[in-house]
């Protein structure tokens, strides 16, 4: 299947971390992104992993990948009020033209 | 430079009626695809063109189809609208057919399509 599955809301307070969570079904995924959607605005590529690293930081950013459990999922550290949005986790496969895209989790930052 | 740019921004048709949306790459992007988001949901693909050619489709029915130009930009046209084609159509381009070299596209910031 094509699904990729997100928590709907997060809810922290400013300076703390945020863990944002994402679940694939394709074990045949290469590269696994992270993209922000601010209101109104389009997609913006926070990061990417490819599928053979467990692990990757980007500044405030951390993404872990348990190809395993195949879940992934995105720390930001020290969260600020701008880091509000939703955020999308997205696959693609071996030697495809698309992007697959999970349902996206809102993260509200409150001060 | 210019980032992938979309027009028009805003848009609301009646069923029925037959709408095209625009997009052009980042100079230098040769591949541009379209992906529609329904509200609350995320980006579904629609169709990949590289070099003028249709790379992929995803599943979508006949009343969308699209095409890209010598320059690289690119029209969506949705047929026969219908209430559910309501959505926000976003473009994307890269320098790259294949998504996997690609490390994610460039999407623009959309068309907000309302169909009444």
């Known amino acids: 299947g094509e699904d990729v599955e997100q928590s709907l809301f997060l809810s922290v307070r400013e300076g703390d971390s945020s863990v944002i969570n994402c679940t694939y079904t394709?074990?045949?995924?290469?590269?696994l992104y992270w993209y922000k959607q601010e209101p109104g605005a389009g997609l913006q590529l926070l990061t990417y992993i490819f599928s053979n690293m467990d692990m990757k930081q980007d500044q405030r950013l951390t993404v872990l990948l348990n190809k395993k459990d195949k879940h992934l999922s995105l720390r930001i550290a020290d969260t600020q009020t701008g880091d509000s949005a939703i955020y999308f986790c997205?696959?693609?496969?071996?030697?495809?033209?698309?992007?697959?895209f999970g349902t996206g989790t809102r993260l509200q930052v409150f001060p | 430079d210019a980032g992938v740019t979309q027009s028009p921004t805003h848009l609301i048709k009646t069923r029925g009626q037959q709408v095209t949306l625009r997009c052009s790459p980042i100079s230098g992007h040769k591949s541009v695809s379209w992906y529609q988001q329904v509200l609350g949901q995320g980006p579904q693909f629609i169709f990949q063109y590289y070099e003028k050619e249709e790379r992929g489709r995803g599943n979508f029915p006949d009343r969308f189809s699209a095409r890209q130009f010598p320059n690289y930009s690119s029209e969506l046209n949705v047929n026969a609208l219908l209430l559910g084609d309501s959505a926000l159509y976003l473009c994307?381009?890269?320098?790259?057919?294949?998504?996997?070299?690609?490390?994610?596209?460039?999407f623009g910031s959309g068309t907000r399509l309302t169909v009444v």
């Open positions: 394709d074990s045949s995924s290469t590269y």
């Open positions: 994307a381009s890269s320098s790259s057919s294949i998504a996997a070299v690609n490390y994610g596209y460039t």
């Open positions: 997205a696959e693609s496969r071996y030697n495809t033209d698309k992007l697959i």
